[in-house]
């Protein structure tokens, strides 16, 4: 990769490193003080943690044993995400899933609201969002979120969201029987307010053409967009209705995230090309949906 490509990712991976830690937060600040349950695989570990402390009489240090659960169980998906969705990707969620154990394990369990409502909605805003920024800088938390992003490459109807919201309903019924229904019901509520937020946070579904118009040999620009984007270029030659001069229109689609990257690429080709950007665009047919 070269430095500009380095460091670009670098950053993402910082941001969403910070969202891992915002992930904690909501739920060692809210959802576990209130005795209730993160749901998706974060919330099963949460569950054998219960199983084994108040059934088996197994007990643990000041740490949150679901964590070390959490990141043992991720291990195979780290294998799958390796195979399916290529390096880039892989290090990213490894690094970000590292993280996250780690502050699940050290952020403190301090109970900060005592009204159970207000913390399933401040609980399920702060984790979805933390979730949503790890997803946007094109990593995952790990679990069912390598599963999500499977799916949406597979149907585009499918947000990661979704897919965490169906496994919920599956580890709810589960929290019901063990335990009762109000941890139940309050868990769900939090699980509704982490994916709307997390889906918010994400805005997977923001698509973007953009026209660029350049006099120079576009040759190695299209290589490095095909390279570092895995996007398709539309070109055709043009000429200018004033100067008569020829030109090439690249006409690409890609997600709005991908903009300043595609940016970068362009200016180091061609600092004077002339760039369109139009958002929000309906989009049918075989486009790759990316995170």
């Known amino acids: 990769m070269k430095r500009e490509a380095i460091r ?12 891992a830690f915002l992930y904690a937060v909501g739920v060692n600040l809210f959802v576990v003080p209130a005795n209730l349950y993160t749901g998706s695989l974060m919330g099963i570990c949460q569950v054998i943690r219960t199983v084994l402390a108040q059934f088996l009489g197994v007990t643990f240090t000041n740490i949150d044993i679901a964590g070390v659960i959490y990141y043992l169980m991720n291990l195979p998906l780290f294998l799958v995400s390796f195979r399916k969705m290529g390096r880039k990707f892989f290090a990213k969620t490894v690094v970000v899933v590292t993280f996250m154990t780690f502050f699940v394990s050290v952020v403190p369990s301090s109970r900060i609201l005592q009204d159970t409502m207000a913390a ?16 946007r800088m094109g990593a995952t938390g790990g679990g069912m979120d390598i599963v999500g992003v499977l799916l949406v490459r597979w149907r585009q109807d499918f947000s990661v969201g979704k897919v965490n919201l169906l496994v919920n309903i599956i580890l ?6 063990l335990f009762d229904v109000e941890v139940a019901l309050y868990s769900v509520i939090y699980a509704a ?8 946070m994400h805005t997977q579904n923001i698509n ?25 270029i539309t070109k055709w030659v043009s000429q200018g209705a004033y100067t008569h001069e020829q030109s090439n229109i690249l006409y690409i689609m890609l997600s709005k995230y991908e903009v300043s ?12 090309a002339f760039i369109v950007v139009n958002e929000g665009v309906s989009v049918d047919g075989n486009y790759l949906k990316k995170l």
């Open 8 to 19: 670009y990712e670098a950053e993402r991976t910082v941001v969403a490193i910070f969202g």
């Open 120 to 135: 399933c909605v401040v609980g399920g805003l702060i984790s979805g969002a933390g979730t949503g920024l790890i997803l």
């Open 172 to 177: 709810y019924g589960i929290c019901l029987f």
């Open 193 to 200: 307010v982490y994916s709307m937020a997390m889906d918010k």
């Open 208 to 232: 973007v053409e953009v026209n660029i118009i350049t006099k120079v040999d576009t040759t190695e620009l299209e290589q490095e967009v095909f390279r570092e984007l895995g996007r398709g």
């Open 261 to 272: 990257q595609l940016k970068t690429i362009i200016h180091k080709h061609d600092p004077g």
